[in-house]
């Protein structure tokens, strides 16, 4: 039985380069998460809460893109930005932004 190091002889075989992830557009982001479930975690204040929704935004303070109706308020991030309408409250028509007009899907 041998103990101790074991040398390792250097491969010829060329460094593998690591795979570049691609880039998802914002619609398949979006699209992602709310085909296959609602999505109810707000990713700024760190809360579950039913009024979560996807909001493209190009506000600076905040770099994440799922946030509740408080956050986005808080943030004043208008209503048209948001690109779903996946909550409980928002398919009822309870979904009442105060900054800003809602915005109506159809």
């Known amino acids: 039985m041998k103990l101790g190091f074991k040398t390792v002889k250097p ?4 460094l593998q380069k690591e795979e570049h992830k ?8 979006a699209r992602k998460f709310h085909e ?3 999505r109810t975690d707000c990713e700024y204040c760190k809360k579950y ?12 303070f905040v770099e994440v893109r799922w946030l509740c109706m408080k956050c986005a308020d808080e943030f004043r991030i208008l209503d048209d930005c ?4 996946q ?3 928002a398919r009822s028509g309870r ?3 105060q900054y800003g007009a809602t915005k109506k899907f159809r």
């Open 95 to 97: 979904f009442i932004r």
């Open 82 to 85: 948001r690109q779903t309408n």
């Open 36 to 38: 296959h479930q609602v």
């Open 22 to 29: 691609k880039s998802i557009s914002p619609q398949k982001e």
């Open 87 to 89: 909550s409980v409250d």
């Open 49 to 60: 809460l039913s009024d979560v929704e996807y909001y493209r935004h190009e506000n600076k």
């Open 11 to 14: 491969s010829n075989e060329p």
